[in-house]
């Protein structure tokens, strides 16, 4: 298998390494991701705006997170695994907290709803299971995510990753 080498600050340009800083003033270092992203100024600066677009709707930054860890467990990387149950784990969560949304679970009815539907959508490729459009919670998620364009976009791209698999 082939492996990407990770650059250093000084290997990228210098818009790059202004990113680089504002990442590692935000959250103490640079991941690998995003430093391997880096290799092109204008994805590293796309991803980054991406992310901050869906940071601004209903679901709050730790349902979020809870959102990437469910959606990491499924896809089994190991690489997004350690990344959000590092980034969960800041956002509040305890470690028993963890391991439960991994499995899709969590005591918070609406976060219980929210990855559930997350959960399903990966698992079908972006169809959802019948039993859950039947236990409304579809509609929830849906009036949700219109009710915020952030996460009716974040909806949107999360389905065409997921069918695109």
């Known amino acids: ?13 210098a818009q790059t390494q202004e990113i680089f800083d504002k990442l590692n003033k935000k959250m103490g270092r640079v991941p ?11 994805a590293l ?17 730790k349902e979020r997170e ?23 784990g800041l ?18 009815t609406k976060l219980q709803v929210v990855l559930q539907l997350a959960k399903s959508i990966v698992e079908n490729k972006g169809a ?7 236990r409304n919670i579809f509609r929830l998620f849906y009036l949700l995510a219109t009710k915020y364009k952030s996460d009716r976009i974040w909806l949107t791209y999360l389905y065409r990753v997921c069918s695109s698999k």
């Open 1 to 13: 298998m082939k492996t990407i080498d990770v650059p250093v600050r000084e290997q990228v340009s």
């Open 32 to 42: 690998n991701l995003y430093a391997t992203i880096g290799y092109s100024d204008n």
């Open 45 to 61: 600066k796309g991803i980054l705006d991406f992310e901050d677009a869906f940071s601004h709707g209903a679901f709050t930054p």
């Open 66 to 88: 809870a959102v990437n860890l469910v959606v990491s467990q499924v896809n089994n990387c190991s690489y997004c695994l350690a990344a959000h149950s590092m980034l969960a």
């Open 91 to 108: 956002k509040g969560f305890s470690s028993e907290e963890i391991m439960q949304i991994r499995k899709g679970l969590s005591v918070n």
């Open 128 to 134: 959802v299971e019948p039993v859950m459009v039947g």
